[in-house]
């Protein structure tokens, strides 16, 4: 009995990828992703899971330092990843069959 498995990742087809230009500008409201970033609060890197909502933005700042407000879904409030970071996509299968011949 062979097992075939058919996923569907629909418009996710970014997988493993870090983010880049294409991914930034096409973000969209409940996009979820893995974010990586040193935080001088912490004295370390961190990494959190994190959400794209309207209220999130890429900028510079004054200082000329690139900032990213994202949704951390691990202390459920906004934070600033500042300096570089980077984005680990976390795919949702929206679909999948399953065929046991």
Same mark, same amino acid.
């Given at each position: %009995? #062979? #097992? +075939?498995?058919? &996923?569907?990742?629909?418009?996710?087809? %970014?997988?493993? =990828?870090?983010?880049?230009?294409? !991914? !930034?500008?096409? %973000?969209?409201?409940?996009?979820?992703? +893995?974010?990586?970033?040193?935080?001088? +609060?912490?004295?370390?890197?961190? /990494? !959190?899971? #994190? *959400?794209?909502?309207? +209220?999130?933005?890429?900028?510079?700042?004054?200082?000329?330092?690139?900032? %990213? &407000?994202?949704?951390? =879904?691990?202390?459920?409030?906004? !934070? /600033?990843?500042?300096?570089?970071?980077?984005? *680990?996509?976390?795919?949702?299968?929206?679909?999948? /069959? =399953?065929?046991?011949?």
């Amino acid at each position: %009995m #062979a #097992a +075939k498995l058919i &996923v569907d990742i629909g418009d996710n087809s %970014m997988i493993g =990828l870090s983010l880049n230009k294409y !991914r !930034r500008n096409n %973000m969209t409201n409940n996009d979820t992703f +893995k974010i990586t970033y040193f935080a001088k +609060k912490h004295g370390k890197h961190i /990494t !959190r899971n #994190a *959400k794209w909502t309207d +209220k999130c933005k890429e900028f510079i700042s004054q200082k000329g330092i690139a900032c %990213m &407000v994202y949704l951390d =879904l691990d202390a459920d409030g906004y !934070r /600033t990843a500042t300096g570089k970071w980077s984005i *680990k996509w976390l795919i949702i299968i929206s679909s999948y /069959t =399953l065929d046991l011949d």
